[in-house]
């Protein structure tokens, strides 16, 4: 809770948010202090009851939908009927006619460039900056230190710089120079001298000559050329005199003097607010919404220790080139910025309304964030179309789809923008979302801007809607389930279908594992070849490695021939993954809830105790996983699942959950970045007194009677039970 409010209209105001707003925010903005704090009082009062309004339905269907499935136990689950049944209860929409989507003033980065997509915790500055930054990455540095360049036969990489390594290296770059940017005769390994730029001409003879855009001079020495595949761009940059130091610190060991590939990388960035964040009162949300606020005013920086020495991160330049024509080239040098508000589930202690009610956080979200996007029109360093990116998690259903619609145009109304200037990212993550996708779409058609798929928080979903159909398939099975691929599909066919394609992103989820680059590179092709024209990354050195994905596959050219398919099928999402025959073995159960416990434990005892929303957790066997609340929802569901069925017993669990926690407490106690002022506490010296434990228990022993299966609000309670 705040510790001072401030009676503002009919708000009471956390005081460190009044003073961020007033004297941070608005500023420069041409809104005043009057127009915001009418508007969101307006807004936020016009708008909570239907709020809840909303989440009150969601309920109802849920009872609605566990009656049935009680009612008919031990049956085989009739689809035809059951979707009769979704229909009768308003969960399933009936289909509208064909449309297409009317979005106007969409940068680039999100129409006509396919590429990695890096989603960050707004809160942390330093993440944040480097997330920005990582339009362009060094594919040197990507490949030498990430297991991409297995380290065998001499290649192992040292806290030295390894020559043996290093050609290998150079070899893998010549390759990729060699499939995505071909020579008309001989190949960029054989290439023994520096190439030149005379007269704006390359002296390089291309398969297609058009992918040279064009080069950089230094003291009338070539020090880059750029090119074009796919719409992405490749800069080859060049050490005639071997000074550079960045990759190899003993000077370049490359014939031709080529220093390094710089890819452009991370397209898109969505800086968040949400499932990333342990944000839990008005401290927390003022340290968000300031770093907001640092990146479209262009002046976020923050310093770190590096090798002993002290740097300044900031947002880096535009690059800039000479064309092949003679003419000035400026490039974007950041990722275009999107940023995730909450959904319509959580209140925040920020403000209160009259009633002495927790506004609605979404409502609070979008007025601030958006008022912060407008300090970027003046200089446009982040969208050149003067539009304000939010993607919208966690809604149910085209009317509260069509609700953030209308949070979206009061907005505009209140700060003086245009209508639309506001476009919406849909996540389809929440089941009812996924068989309405169509009408969802419908509802925002003038300003949506992407859609993506979440396996996860849609795993989660789906196992507490259908709680009561049965016990629920091991978790590792659920990706094979024939649910899953049929709602990948869905997702695409329907975003074709409404004419997505160079309009509007179509995303695919995360790879969660960021030390297995290797295993990223051979899998993660095959979301560019879904028809999904970005996909989720967990970290700039992934984005470099994935983007290669993105010069294979020309993605518009293979959403047009998805675009052919046939759609996936409606009753084929709605296939509920219940065990069939589940005889599991003891030890099989025992080795289910210890996977679970551990993935649980491990991400809760950071969000309480060390307020962190997303870091690499070690899973069971001690890989580092990327890990969020979307985790922690399908876990935390699976457990509730299976107790709830008579699978395993409370006891059982609580035992598994004990066990856990000691794994955990030994994984984290060597944690350097667990040290310091906010160190590690072990959750086994006493669960009892042990908050991170208590709410770990929670999410499991009551995880059935939570909203949609939702963490937030025990995560919540107990992070603020720890801040006291």
């Not at 979206?408 to 849909?426: D, H, N, S, W």
Request: with cysteine.
């Amino acid at each position: 809770m705040a510790k001072k409010y401030v009676l503002v209209g009919r708000l009471s105001i956390a005081s460190e948010l009044l003073d961020f707003v007033n004297n941070s925010l608005l500023p420069g903005t041409g809104v005043t202090k009057k127009k915001f704090w009418n508007g969101l009082d307006k807004c936020s009062h016009e708008l909570a009851s239907k709020n809840k309004n909303l989440l009150e339905f969601r309920e109802i269907l849920q009872k609605k939908i566990d009656i049935w499935h009680r009612d008919k136990k031990g049956k085989k689950n009739n689809i035809k009927k059951y979707s009769n049944f979704l229909k009768d209860i308003g969960y399933l929409k009936k289909e509208g006619k064909k449309f297409q989507i009317q979005t106007k003033n969409v940068d680039s980065e999100i129409s006509t460039i396919a590429g990695p997509q890096l989603v960050v915790p707004v809160m942390n500055a330093r993440y944040a900056l480097n997330a920005a930054n990582a339009r362009w990455g060094s594919l040197y540095n990507a490949l030498y230190g990430t297991d991409v360049i297995p380290e065998t036969n001499g290649a192992e990489r040292g806290e030295k710089y390894n020559y043996i390594r290093g050609k290998k290296v150079i070899k893998y770059a010549r390759e990729i120079l060699d499939q995505y940017i071909p020579l008309q005769k001989g190949s960029w390994k054989k290439l023994l001298t520096i190439p030149k730029v005379e007269n704006n001409k390359l002296n390089l003879k291309l398969k297609n000559p058009k992918q040279f855009l064009g080069y950089t001079k230094k003291s009338n020495k070539l020090s880059s050329l750029l090119f074009v595949n796919n719409n992405l761009h490749i800069d080859i940059t060049f050490d005639p005199d071997g000074a550079l130091e960045v990759f190899n610190p003993e000077g370049n060991q490359d014939k031709s003097a080529i220093h390094d590939v710089i890819l452009e990388s991370a397209i898109t960035t969505i800086m968040d607010h949400e499932d990333s964040v342990a944000s839990v009162d008005a401290e927390d949300k003022v340290l968000g919404y300031k770093n907001w606020l640092g990146l479209m005013k262009g002046n976020l920086q923050v310093e770190i220790q590096k090798k002993g020495e002290r740097i300044i991160r900031q947002l880096n330049n535009d690059r800039e080139y000479i064309s092949s024509e003679g003419n000035r080239i400026k490039l974007h040098g950041r990722a275009l910025m999107l940023n995730r508000n909450v959904g319509h589930l959580m209140t925040n202690s920020s403000i209160l309304l009259k009633d002495g009610s927790e506004i609605p956080e979404g409502i609070m979200d979008a007025f601030i964030t958006t008022a912060a996007a407008i300090h970027d029109f003046k200089k446009q360093g982040n969208s050149k179309t003067n539009s304000v990116y939010i993607v919208k998690p966690k809604m149910h259903g085209p009317d509260e789809v069509a609700f953030t619609n209308l949070i979206f145009e009061k907005v505009e109304k209140f700060l003086g923008l245009k209508k639309y200037t506001i476009k919406i990212g849909i996540m389809d993550e929440e089941r009812r979302t996924t068989v309405n996708l169509k009408e969802c779409i419908r509802a925002v058609k003038n300003r949506v801007v992407f859609i993506n798929t979440g396996f996860l928080d849609r795993t989660g979903d789906e196992i507490h809607t259908s709680m009561e159909a049965g016990p629920m398939i091991k978790k590792g099975d659920m990706k094979s389930s024939k649910w899953i691929s049929s709602y990948e599909n869905n997702n695409v066919d329907v975003g074709l279908g409404c004419g997505f394609s160079k309009v509007a992103q179509i995303g695919k989820g995360m790879w969660a594992a960021p030390d297995k680059m290797a295993d990223m590179v051979a899998e993660k092709v095959n979301h560019p070849k879904s028809g999904a024209n970005c996909a989720w990354v967990p970290s700039p050195t992934a984005a470099t490695l994935h983007v290669l994905h993105y010069h294979e596959i020309d993605v518009f050219v293979k959403q047009k021939e998805l675009k052919k398919r046939i759609p996936a099928k409606i009753n084929d999402i709605l296939e509920i993954p219940i065990a069939k025959k589940p005889n599991w073995s003891t030890k099989e159960i025992a080795k289910e809830l210890e996977n679970n416990a551990q993935g649980i434990l491990g991400y809760v005892v950071r969000w309480i105790d060390q307020g962190v929303g997303c870091s690499k957790v070690p899973d069971i066997n001690n890989v580092g996983l990327m890990e969020d609340r979307a985790t922690l929802r399908i876990s935390s569901q699976h457990i509730a699942n299976w107790l709830h069925h008579g699978i395993c017993s409370k006891e059982q669990v609580l035992k598994t959950m004990k066990t856990m926690a000691k794994i955990v407490d030994k994984q984290n106690i060597k944690d350097p970045a667990l040290k310091g002022y906010n160190a590690y506490r072990t959750m086994s010296d006493n669960y009892e007194k042990s908050i991170a434990f208590k709410a770990a228990c929670e999410l499991v022993f009551y995880g059935r009677n939570q909203p949609s299966g939702y963490t937030e609000p025990i995560l919540h309670l107990n992070r603020l039970l720890k801040k006291i």
